[in-house]
């Protein structure tokens, strides 16, 4: 894990559990630790692991990064691509002429990329090495109110309790289930969006060849019909990655992989109607490839994000389809709210006296979830709403909006906006004041 520094001593009674091992699940706990909370994570699998290739933050997110913890932004932009212009560019694909669309700047530094892998490896340096338990796959969650803990079991056998839940679990998440509550619900998990997308890392010298220095240097989306395409630089500027995203009406075929072999000839045959830039992106993908489902939340949203000492953050809350590349920016908007939260609690336990108060740890927690759930819910469920339809709006499946780029533009710029301009420092106030107002705070 390398050399750990500890962010300040340790002076926590709060037992925090964090149930996932992704980027989710570990800012949160570095989160946590700058907040004097040590947290244990319990990951199914047997080693860190992310899925995809590249990824990306939005200037609300680095913002909320730094809010969080200083160490996860270093992290970042210790494994980043710096961008040779900082523009995001959006350009018709179906046409020859290669026809802009929109053009947004993203501000010095903003909106880089790097590779997932590189991401997690790099937090996971930050944190103590008894943090994480592995090979833990939670299979039962029991929140009595009569129970001092929360009760979790694993399909190990073992067993802990713990003064809070936190699922950062993943479109798969168990912590979900629990939280929306008993039968056959289908909010339970995310669904087909009946789109999946083609993924590949290819070398820059080779990209560059066939691209030029202005298509390879920034981030890069190719609007067209039923399709459509994203480049931006990853691993120091030596790999560019290309994610192609293609409508598919049949079902997905395999409940429990997400990933399912394909060819560079099944993208071929997708991007066939686009122009010879996107074809020519398409051309320098390896001959096999893998096709990626998109799955969301938007049919089945959850109603709230908490149950009791129990909450849900990430994709476990609002899995958002990849097009805006805000998901995971808003699993760290998440962490942070949670994470001030939570210290709230632990510093409120140490300097009151609970029992002339009134008010038991498990009663705070309860009203920190709850102001947790007031502040996120709605902005969280907009994401998945709007990457929804900006996905329809890039693959010209929108009536209204067609490829026209004067209307295409109009939406992708007010909907960035809404995604890169929010405030999380008055998101953090709100939080805070929201939170004493329930304890009566003056």
């Known amino acids: 894990m390398g050399t750990y520094i500890p962010d300040q001593n340790i002076t926590s009674g709060l037992d925090v559990a964090i149930i996932g091992g992704g980027i989710a ?81 993203l501000g010095e ?11 997690l490896d790099e937090l996971v340096k930050s ?33 802990t309790s713990t003064n809070v839940v936190i699922g950062c679990d993943g479109i798969r998440s168990k912590v979900r289930q629990f939280v929306i509550g008993e039968g056959d619900n289908p909010a339970h998990h995310a669904h087909y969006t009946h789109k999946y997308a083609f993924r590949g890392l290819v070398p820059m010298d080779k990209a560059y060849a066939a691209l030029g220095q202005e298509k390879t240097e920034t981030r890069h989306m190719y609007l067209g019909p039923d399709a459509h395409a994203l480049t931006f630089p990853v691993a120091g500027g030596k790999l560019l990655n ?20 394909a060819t560079k000839a099944d993208a071929v045959k997708a991007f066939e109607r686009f122009n ?21 939340t938007f049919d089945y949203p959850a109603p709230n994000f908490i149950r009791g000492r129990v909450c849900i953050s990430g994709d476990a809350a609002h899995a958002a389809a990849p097009y805006h590349g805000a998901g995971a920016g808003f699993a760290v908007e998440d962490a942070a709210v949670l994470a001030q939260l939570l210290s709230a609690v632990n510093e409120y336990t140490k300097s009151h006296d609970l029992e002339k108060r009134e008010i038991s740890k498990p009663g705070l927690i309860r009203k920190a979830l ?26 010209g499946q929108n009536a209204e909006v067609g490829l026209d780029s004067t209307k295409c533009a109009r939406e992708i710029d007010w909907r960035c906006r809404q995604i890169w301009h929010y405030d999380v420092d008055k998101m953090m106030r709100e939080s805070k004041e929201l939170f004493e107002k329930q304890l009566d705070i003056v």
Not at 242 to 261: G, I
Not at 276 to 296: H, N, Y
């Open 127 to 159: 944190l103590p090495p008894d943090t994480v338990k592995f090979s833990k796959n939670l299979v039962e969650i029991c929140d009595a109110d009569g129970l001092a803990e929360v009760e979790l079991k694993f399909s190990d056998g073992s067993k």
């Open 109 to 119: 530094r903003g909106f880089e990329g790097c590779a997932r892998a590189d991401f």
């Open 25 to 105: 699940g570990l800012t949160l706990a570095l989160g946590l630790l700058n907040r004097g909370i040590k947290p244990t994570i319990y990951e199914r699998g047997r080693s860190f692991r992310e899925i995809g290739a590249g990824i990306g933050f939005t200037p609300n997110a680095e913002w909320a990064m730094k809010v969080l913890n200083p160490k996860i932004h270093a992290a970042f932009k210790q494994v980043t691509v710096q961008n040779g212009t900082d523009w995001f560019v959006w350009m018709d694909g179906s046409q020859e002429d290669e026809a802009l669309v929109h053009k947004m700047y």
């Open 276 to 296: 010879s830039t996107v074809k020519a992106i398409i051309d320098m993908l390896p001959d096999e490839l893998s096709k990626w489902a998109v799955f969301d």
């Open 370 to 395: 709850k102001t947790y759930n007031t502040i996120r819910l709605e902005r969280a469920h907009w994401l998945v709403e709007t990457s929804r339809h900006i996905g329809e709006i890039y693959q």
């Open 242 to 261: 290309v994610v192609a995203f293609v409508t598919d009406p049949n079902q997905w075929p395999d409940s429990e992989k997400f990933t399912l072999p």
